[in-house]
């Protein structure tokens, strides 16, 4: 009788790295950049991985012109956190507020603990092309002019 050992490899470091899923081509080179970096870091960092699709967040609020600073009672010029700058990408971009969130503390917890788990990552990345789909290529908007379309009482399909 023949018996195999089972060795189950897992890599450790690809370059270039894959990308976990294709990237618009309406993204801008800046925003694409940072998803590339997670791509790369996913295999030899994943906290890393982690951080950089927090900061892509960051970035596509800038997209948005969501502003990073604001001004207090004071006067005075502060730092918005990324969680305020959610909230009012939601007043401009609505409907997208849970799944920043969700991002955001993936991206804090791998922060401060240094660890992230490889299929919380990939779920991170299927809700960043999912943004994207959205909000750079506007599907939800073409979805939502085609169910108009179609709704038309006693239309002609």
């Known amino acids: 009788m023949v018996t195999f050992d ?23 080179k800046e925003l ?9 870091l996913l295999w030899v960092d994943p906290a890393s991985c982690a951080n950089r699709i927090r900061v892509f967040l960051e970035f596509l609020m800038d997209h948005f012109e969501i502003l990073r600073t604001d001004i207090n ?18 007043a ?3 409907g997208h507020k849970k799944t ?12 401060h ?9 990939i779920d991170c990345f299927e809700l960043v092309e999912l943004i994207i789909a959205d909000l750079v290529d506007g599907r939800q908007d ?14 002609e399909f």
Do not use: C, W
């Open 142 to 155: 073409r979805l939502d002019k085609m169910t108009a379309r179609l709704s038309v009482k006693d239309g």
């Open 92 to 94: 401009k971009k609505p």
């Open 32 to 40: 694409a950049a940072h998803l590339r970096k997670a791509f790369e």
């Open 100 to 111: 920043f969130n969700a991002l955001r503390n993936v991206g804090n917890y791998a922060s």
């Open 113 to 121: 603990s240094g660890k992230a788990k490889f299929e919380t990552l």
């Open 6 to 28: 089972s060795t189950y490899y897992t890599p450790r470091q690809m370059f270039p790295a894959p990308p976990v899923f294709p990237l618009s081509t309406r993204l801008k």
């Open 73 to 90: 009672a004071k006067g005075e010029e502060y730092d918005l956190k990324l969680y305020h700058r959610i909230e009012r990408l939601e």
